[in-house]
């Protein structure tokens, strides 16, 4: 078994992926109190997909029959060279280049016939950011990262820019020691939020999340907010950006990742000329794409409020 376990690590790496754990299936029953409590809250900001699902959630074998280990792969996404923030709107880097539930889930795919041709006929199923998968409570139990005090999972010796790939296996795979916690004391990233959305550590409070409030919500932004999103127009990194982890991030080599050549060279005057023709053609492959033209614009003016009209989120 450990020859096996070996040799994915070996062609994890030849994939393009930074790190890769495994763990046995056990359920996820000990988070069902905190998971049931954030729902009842509606501390999911009523975002459905949080919500459903949420048996399947605890029990990836309801997703994969028969399902016996995790496997949890981190792709990079941390930029050779950030966007100039002078004079411009800011994007969060994860959206820089093309649409990584594509990309990803592309490399889950080789990953998973490279799994085939190993170890022959088993049943595999691959997720990125989709499906009913606790995503960072995996990669945390495969042991490639902890989930800090900003909620998101960070790899000790890479930081936090990743994305998370998993992958459900019938196969029976050695596993991993789960990744125990390395924040201690600091508290960077709740001091520099400019929300008070990690006011409670390891508890995001989603409506208060620039992100959130850029990309999700479908509604005005709460003026209170709004004045605080410093030119930020998709998403936020600052809760990452200020992690002392981020220092040993080092840049990504996937060509996908890298921003469309008009969007280096935009700055504010560029942004706000953007038409919807030119946004659909820019961002076609892009994940601020799913998010739509109105909602870019509404995060570009502090003080007009677009309403979005439904349907046309
Ligand atoms: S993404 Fe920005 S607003 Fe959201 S928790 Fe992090 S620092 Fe706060
Ligand atoms: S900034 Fe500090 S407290 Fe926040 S996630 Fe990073 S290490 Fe943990």
Redesign the pocket.
């Known amino acids: 078994m450990s020859d096996l376990k070996e040799r994915i690590k070996t062609e994890s790496l030849r994939l393009g992926f930074s790190h890769c754990g495994m763990t046995r299936n056990d359920s996820l029953e000990k988070l069902r109190p905190f998971y049931s409590a954030f729902l009842k809250r509606n501390g999911h900001a009523g975002m459905g997909y949080l919500e459903s699902n949420f048996e399947r959630r605890m029990h990836p074998e309801l997703v994969l029959e028969g399902a016996r280990s995790v496997i949890a792969l981190l792709v990079n996404y941390f930029p050779p060279a950030t966007i100039p923030e002078q004079d411009n709107f800011i994007l969060a880097k994860y959206a820089y280049g093309s649409d990584y539930h594509r990309v990803v889930k592309d490399r889950l795919n080789e990953f998973v016939h490279f799994m085939k041709l190993t170890c022959g006929s088993h049943q595999a199923k691959a997720f990125v950011d989709s499906g009913a998968i606790l995503e960072k409570a995996w990669a945390q139990k495969c042991g490639v990262g902890w989930q800090g005090k900003?909620t998101l999972i960070i790899n000790k010796s890479s930081g936090s820019f990743f994305f998370i790939g998993i992958i459900l296996t019938d196969l029976e795979l050695e596993p991993d020691a789960p990744e125990t916690d390395h924040c201690g004391a600091c508290n960077h990233?709740a001091t520099?939020?400019?929300?008070g959305?990690?006011d409670i550590p390891y508890q995001?409070d989603i409506p208060?999340?620039?992100?959130y409030q850029t990309i999700e919500n479908r509604e005005e932004i709460p003026a209170e907010l709004k004045s605080k999103l410093n030119d930020r127009i998709y998403g936020?990194?600052?809760?990452q950006d200020v992690c002392p982890y981020n220092r040993f991030a080092s840049p990504h080599q996937i060509p996908a990742f890298l921003p469309p050549e008009p969007v280096m060279n935009f700055r504010k005057k560029e942004w706000i000329a953007l038409t919807e023709p030119d946004f659909n053609r820019i961002f076609a492959d892009s994940p601020i794409k799913r998010s739509g033209y109105q909602r870019l614009k509404r995060a570009m003016s502090p003080r007009i409020c677009f309403q979005v009209k439904p349907g046309q989120a």
């Open positions: 900003n990233c520099a939020c400019p929300t959305a990690l995001l208060r999340c620039i992100s936020c990194d600052i809760c």
